[in-house]
């Protein structure tokens, strides 16, 4: 383990199981990245220009409505730090060389494995998840449903789709093709763009879907256009979407509300020596304050609320 995380690494282990005495996760799960700034010379500092904060240390958390349960640093150069090791298959067993997973899919799997035994569903986005993510998920008996790229193992029919440029499905249909060994479904919905879902929870038909209101989008795009027409002249309009899809848009979140909140608690100073400290103060600390704020929340106390610290 690097330096920088060795020396918070047992503060940041104590966290983690203190939590497990104060909260008990439920089922629905989301793994995300994030980043902890620190501008400084650093070798284990990382550059993901979309993100807020572009240049940092890189962590992969598991978390669930803003609440952190488990995470694991991100190496530079090597990748996550305590993925759990992979059986090795033997040479001539081609299945079982398919179903290997690459470091950042293993983080998924590791950060479940963390937790207690339980059910869980968990949300991905298109960096996670593939058709060999969600089989292995299937297999520790953990749903999940995802986002995908059309380089992540997906039907060819699919692909196609993706690459029609707008000629493809009409808007606001779906088309699901099941895998071969019926484990893991796969479809593409027409929104304002085409998504394309991977999902081991849900049988993806037109039965499956709820009424949401959805804005009259602007622009001149082709799916733009086509959307207007289904929506007419009003601003918005109650249409299906699929179930599936609608529980990724409202559950997917749970590492972006914690990121969000623990930036209203920043470090007032900017640290540019000793990258650890930026870790314990700009993640650690603020994890702490965060979590113990969403446990007071969601624990309804009956306290009497201090409006003033002084």
Known sequence: MPDVYQKVNGWSAHIQETGDSF??????????????????????TTTVLTKPIPTGYKIWILAQSGYCLRWLWHVHGKGPYGLVPQARPAPDDKAAKQALLTPTPRVVTTLITLLQAATYYIFLDNLFSSVRLLRALRKLQVGASGTFRVDSGIDRKLV???????????????????????????FSWKDNALVLFLTTVFQVT?????????????????????????IGADVRKDLPVPIPIDQYNHKMGGVDVSDQMRSYYQYCRPIRRGGWQSIAWNFLLEVVIVNSFMLQSWGKPNWQTVKNQY
């Open 23 to 44: 909260y008990t996760a439920g089922t629905d799960l989301t793994v995300d990245e994030a980043m902890v700034r620190f501008t400084g010379r650093s070798l284990e």
């Open 160 to 186: 196609a789709e993706k690459d029609t440029k707008g000629q493809g499905i009409p808007w606001g249909k779906i088309h699901c093709v099941p895998t071969s060994d019926g484990e893991v479904n796969q």
């Open 206 to 230: 037109t039965k499956e879907q709820v009424i949401r209101a959805r804005r009259r989008p602007a622009g001149d795009t082709a799916a733009k256009r086509a959307a207007r027409k289904i």
